[in-house]
């Protein structure tokens, strides 16, 4: 009897985490940008209320993206690729936050100690047309990176925190979902 309570306890949360897995993974493919731009991959990402969408160019090598995530307005998203390591230190980001008088800001900057500066500045894979939003509730990031030559398949990283302080984002905190938050992204996937 306990076997027989067991199993179908075991399988119905296995029902509950595929419908939610479903549910997940509609998401990024049935947004619909505001700016109509339109990207034909995307990935719901497992922390941080965040997703990532790119169209990938094979004959420039070049990636357009968007990503996104649920923030609130005094907070500060940023999504990077780590071309030589493993998590954050050496990640090449882009970052967006509101300025106090609402628009948004947005711009690269490089990832290089556990207290970066969260400057702008130039990043070792060039990158272009980098803009923001924020719209209900949600902050997006948009850029083209690239050339990227022959690599396609990169380790990222994802991020947000809650205060930005004279137009630069404070620490964000550094448990829970805010540590788990990196993955492996290959472009050429769909």
């Not at 998401?27 to 719901?44: M, T």
């Not at 800001?105 to 207290?115: E, F, P, W």
């Not at 060039?126 to 396609?152: C, H, R, W």
């Amino acid at each position: 009897m306990a076997k027989t309570t067991t199993s179908i306890l075991l399988l119905c949360s296995l029902s509950f985490a595929s419908l939610v897995s479903i549910s997940t993974a509609e998401a990024c493919s049935n947004y619909s940008f505001p700016s109509n731009q339109v990207f034909g991959s995307c990935i719901d990402l497992p922390v941080l209320q965040a997703s990532l969408h790119w169209n990938y160019s094979q004959l420039t090598t070049k990636v357009h993206i968007a990503y996104r995530a649920t923030q609130i307005p005094k907070g500060w998203i940023a999504w990077a690729l780590n071309p030589m390591g493993r998590g954050m230190i050496g990640s090449q980001a882009l970052v967006a936050f509101r300025h106090f008088n609402g628009s948004m800001i947005a711009y690269s900057t490089s990832i290089t100690s556990y207290n970066p500066s969260m400057l702008p500045s130039e990043l070792g894979i060039p990158v272009s047309d980098i803009s923001a939003e924020y719209v209900d509730k949600q902050m997006i990031i948009f850029g083209v990176l690239g050339p990227l030559g022959n690599q396609t398949s990169f380790i990222h990283v994802w991020q947000g925190g809650s205060t930005v302080l004279e137009n630069i984002p404070q620490v964000h905190p550094l448990s829970g979902e805010n540590v788990e938050s990196l993955g492996l992204i290959n472009f050429m996937s769909s």
